[in-house]
């Protein structure tokens, strides 16, 4: 079993950066792939990036040159830093582990393939 604990949400004015991390627990073999999705009122929840245990990274083709995903190993902690941020952005980001060894390669990243979720954060993005 995996827990997860995303952090990081607040409220900020356009252009403004945040990072969100995520503290996760439980074997390795259960999180072969973590990601962010993120999800706005009245509309379904999308991926925003992925992280495979080798390291590899991908990004929604739109978010790729704003937001950056790093971890740190030895804290079980995932990182989502967010540059220049949009109203657009605003959403409840959600912080998701998969014991798929394959759920990382799939773009746009499938939510039924996560089994573990955090209670997620809600970043405000305001003009």
């Known amino acids: 079993q995996v827990q997860l604990v995303d952090s990081g949400g607040a409220s900020v004015q356009a252009g403004g950066s945040l990072r969100l991390s995520c503290a996760a627990s439980g074997d390795i073999y259960m999180r072969q792939c973590m990601g962010w999705f993120r999800q706005a009122p009245g509309k379904e929840r999308e991926g925003v990036a992925s992280?495979?245990?080798?390291?590899?990274?991908k990004y929604a083709d739109s978010l790729k040159d704003r937001f950056t995903l790093s971890r740190d190993t030895a804290k079980n902690t995932l990182y989502l830093q967010m540059n220049s941020l949009k109203p657009e952005d605003t959403a409840m980001y959600y912080c998701?582990?998969?014991?798929?060894?394959?759920?990382?390669?799939?773009?746009?990243?499938?939510?039924?393939?996560?089994?573990?979720w955090g209670q997620g954060t809600q970043v405000t993005v305001d003009s």
């Open positions: 992280i495979e245990v080798n390291g590899s990274t």
């Open positions: 998701a582990a998969s014991n798929i060894v394959f759920a990382c390669r799939y773009w746009p990243l499938r939510r039924a393939d996560f089994g573990s």
